[in-house]
């Protein structure tokens, strides 16, 4: 691709705002008040200098060196990379400043070239500009991007992210430049096609440090770029018009100042309480239950996909069901006065992929899925079964604390003799990170899950099954018959990064350089692969027998 610069203008950054509208973001007007208000005459400076440091996204770049991608990256035309396959760094920024808005558009030098899979993956990003202001701002680039059938798909200034400038620490630098970092970035409609679609909108990106210098002196204090206008106090405001000051406001005559004070309110009188509130709580054993989750879309497509040609098998009572698997016949306790919940499941889904010589490179088991609620917050834990795509070993792990729960507050009243959770979201561990190699932070987000259990053998599961009848429940799964249980399969790819690669040695996946080989693969923009880590002690969790 050219690394030709085009003109630059700040009608750039109009262009660039009205794209991002498509996807729910804007380049807002960053000026308070009406264009009346603003100075007759706000200078524009000129940007001489400067830098762009951003690595796009640290997994998609770890997963590129690893064994399974066999990749490679390249920069091009004055553009750096970090020892250790870290940041990239944009120079020699050129472009405006604009005093009276707060919107600067820089075009930096540089460009930074993606290879994977022996070319299947190749990925090309060149001509990189940042139009920002005190409110959003975006990375626009050129970018030359292959999907997977082959195609190539080539465009010119198109969005790739949109930074939420309000977030920025603002500084300078030792040569007066004004400096903005940790910027967070999100992939935006284009971005994900520049991906080939394994990245979905709105997906987190890394963070940017953008610095800037100017051919002018610094600015006035009240121009200074490094101080955030929508924080300055609003000059048109007259303080003797503070409401808190307005001596007809007596908190001691006024009954609106002091809601106690309010004579149809009666202070000794509660609100009437409702029928939940009134309801004895019901405790006891768990008789029967189900457990629907995906573990993680872009990880589910990945294995299916195109690039790991695999397959996901349920079996011991799971299947697959809708976007997702169940696991079913539950056991445990409900306790209402402690207000907790213990669950486990049977079932068990196992994924694999980049089939070698009849052997799986890939071999992922997830098994006897448990839930550790207390109050809003729990735990989903997981026996977990790794192969180790070097040696081949195969590393299990007991009981593994995979995420954090978010419960919302009185959930785990029962109605009917069922307990039923819907949506409630899942993040990703300390030890469920390390499980999949570091590729994944904690906290990020895994699928949502839902939870249904019985402590009725006489109650009606969501799904039309009863309580005690060790129901499997689910849609029936897809594909062929394999080791005893149901098979997914299947070449459509969606987007997202996830990881994978099966790690030994006590531990996990591992992809990357300088990191043991593992288990976890996932689509990251072509797919981020999980990598390294010791995963270590499992989460204490509760006996789960009545």
């Given at each position: 691709?050219?690394?030709?610069?085009?003109?630059?203008?700040?009608?750039?950054?109009?262009?660039?705002?009205?794209?991002?509208?498509?996807?729910?973001?804007?380049?807002?007007?960053?000026?308070?008040?009406?264009?009346?208000?603003?100075?007759?005459?706000?200078?524009?400076?000129?940007?001489?200098?400067?830098?762009?440091?951003?690595?796009?996204?640290?997994?998609?770049?770890?997963?590129?060196?690893?064994?399974?991608?066999?990749?490679?990256?390249?920069?091009?035309?004055?553009?750096?990379?970090?020892?250790?396959?870290?940041?990239?760094?944009?120079?020699?920024?050129?472009?405006?400043?604009?005093?009276?808005?707060?919107?600067?558009?820089?075009?930096?030098?540089?460009?930074?070239?993606?290879?994977?899979?022996?070319?299947?993956?190749?990925?090309?990003?060149?001509?990189?500009?940042?139009?920002?202001?005190?409110?959003?701002?975006?990375?626009?680039?050129d970018f030359t991007s292959k999907k997977t059938d082959g195609t190539v798909v080539t465009k010119d200034d198109a969005p790739i992210?949109?930074?939420?400038?309000?977030?920025?620490?603002?500084?300078?630098?030792?040569?007066?430049?004004?400096?903005?970092?940790?910027?967070?970035?999100?992939?935006?409609?284009?971005?994900?096609?520049?991906?080939?679609?394994?990245?979905?909108?709105?997906?987190?990106?890394?963070?940017?440090?953008?610095?800037?210098?100017?051919?002018?002196?610094?600015?006035?204090?009240?121009?200074?770029?490094?101080?955030?206008?929508?924080?300055?106090?609003?000059?048109?405001?007259?303080?003797?018009?503070?409401?808190?000051?307005?001596?007809?406001?007596?908190?001691?005559?006024?009954?609106?100042?002091?809601?106690?004070?309010?004579?149809?309110?009666?202070?000794?009188?509660?609100?009437?309480?409702?029928?939940?509130?009134?309801?004895?709580?019901?405790?006891?054993?768990?008789?029967?239950?189900?457990?629907?989750?995906?573990?993680?879309?872009?990880?589910?497509?990945?294995?299916?996909?195109?690039?790991?040609?695999?397959?996901?098998?349920?079996?011991?009572?799971?299947?697959?069901?809708?976007?997702?698997?169940?696991?079913?016949?539950?056991?445990?306790?409900?306790?209402?006065?402690?207000?907790?919940?213990?669950?486990?499941?049977?079932?068990?889904?196992?994924?694999?992929?980049?089939?070698?010589?009849?052997?799986?490179?890939?071999?992922?088991?997830?098994?006897?899925?448990?839930?550790?609620?207390?109050?809003?917050?729990?735990?989903?834990?997981?026996?977990?079964?790794?192969?180790?795509?070097?040696?081949?070993?195969?590393?299990?792990?007991?009981?593994l604390s995979l995420a954090d729960l978010k419960v919302p507050a009185g959930a785990l009243a029962a109605k009917g003799g069922i307990?039923?959770?819907?949506?409630?979201?899942?993040?990703?561990?300390?030890?469920?990170?390390?499980?999949?190699?570091?590729?994944?932070?904690?906290?990020?987000?895994?699928?949502?899950?839902?939870?249904?259990?019985?402590?009725?053998?006489?109650?009606?599961?969501?799904?039309?099954?009863?309580?005690?009848?060790?129901?499997?429940?689910?849609?029936?799964?897809?594909?062929?018959?394999?080791?005893?249980?149901?098979?997914?399969?299947?070449?459509?790819?969606?987007?997202?990064?996830?990881?994978?690669?099966?790690?030994?040695?006590?531990?996990?996946?591992?992809?990357?350089?300088?990191?043991?080989?593992?288990?976890?693969?996932?689509?990251?923009?072509?797919?981020?692969?999980?990598?390294?880590?010791?995963?270590?002690?499992?989460?204490?969790?509760?006996?789960?027998?009545?």
């Amino acid at each position: 691709m050219a690394a030709t610069r085009r003109p630059i203008a700040l009608a750039a950054a109009v262009a660039t705002a009205a794209a991002l509208g498509a996807t729910g973001f804007a380049l807002p007007a960053l000026a308070a008040g009406s264009p009346a208000a603003r100075p007759a005459a706000a200078p524009k400076l000129e940007i001489v200098d400067g830098t762009l440091d951003w690595g796009v996204k640290e997994s998609f770049r770890k997963y590129l060196v690893s064994p399974i991608a066999q990749g490679k990256i390249t920069v091009t035309d004055g553009a750096r990379q970090a020892d250790g396959n870290g940041v990239f760094t944009f120079t020699g920024a050129k472009g405006s400043y604009d005093v009276g808005t707060h919107e600067s558009l820089a075009a930096f030098e540089g460009g930074v070239r993606f290879e994977g899979h022996h070319g299947v993956l190749d990925v090309r990003l060149s001509d990189i500009k940042v139009a920002s202001g005190t409110g959003t701002g975006a990375i626009t680039a050129d970018f030359t991007s292959k999907k997977t059938d082959g195609t190539v798909v080539t465009k010119d200034d198109a969005p790739i992210a949109v930074l939420d400038m309000t977030a920025a620490e603002r500084g300078r630098g030792a040569g007066g430049e004004t400096v903005l970092t940790g910027i967070p970035a999100k992939l935006t409609a284009e971005g994900s096609e520049a991906f080939a679609g394994f990245y979905q909108e709105g997906a987190e990106l890394d963070p940017a440090t953008l610095s800037l210098r100017t051919a002018a002196p610094s600015p006035s204090p009240s121009d200074d770029p490094t101080k955030d206008p929508t924080k300055d106090p609003d000059p048109t405001k007259d303080p003797s018009k503070d409401p808190s000051t307005d001596p007809s406001k007596d908190p001691s005559t006024d009954p609106s100042a002091d809601p106690s004070a309010d004579p149809t309110k009666d202070p000794g009188g509660d609100p009437t309480p409702t029928a939940a509130q009134t309801a004895a709580p019901v405790s006891g054993p768990v008789v029967d239950g189900t457990l629907d989750w995906g573990v993680r879309q872009q990880f589910r497509d990945y294995v299916v996909g195109p690039i790991a040609h695999g397959k996901i098998v349920t079996s011991d009572g799971a299947s697959a069901d809708g976007d997702g698997y169940r696991f079913t016949r539950a056991t445990g306790l409900l306790d209402a006065d402690k207000n907790t919940l213990d669950a486990a499941f049977k079932g068990k889904v196992r994924f694999l992929g980049h089939e070698t010589e009849g052997e799986y490179v890939l071999d992922l088991s997830l098994s006897n899925l448990k839930v550790d609620i207390e109050g809003t917050s729990g735990t989903l834990l997981a026996d977990v079964s790794s192969k180790d795509q070097k040696s081949g070993k195969v590393s299990e792990f007991t009981a593994l604390s995979l995420a954090d729960l978010k419960v919302p507050a009185g959930a785990l009243a029962a109605k009917g003799g069922i307990v039923n959770l819907r949506d409630v979201p899942a993040t990703l561990t300390t030890d469920g990170a390390k499980a999949f190699g570091g590729f994944y932070q904690k906290g990020e987000a895994l699928d949502a899950l839902n939870v249904a259990v019985s402590l009725d053998k006489d109650a009606r599961l969501p799904g039309g099954s009863t309580g005690g009848s060790g129901s499997t429940g689910g849609a029936g799964s897809t594909g062929g018959s394999t080791a005893g249980g149901s098979t997914t399969g299947g070449s459509t790819v969606g987007g997202g990064s996830t990881g994978g690669s099966v790690g030994g040695s006590g531990s996990l996946a591992a992809t990357g350089s300088g990191l043991p080989a593992g288990a976890l693969i996932a689509a990251s923009g072509v797919v981020v692969a999980a990598g390294a880590g010791v995963v270590i002690a499992a989460r204490r969790h509760r006996d789960t027998t009545a």
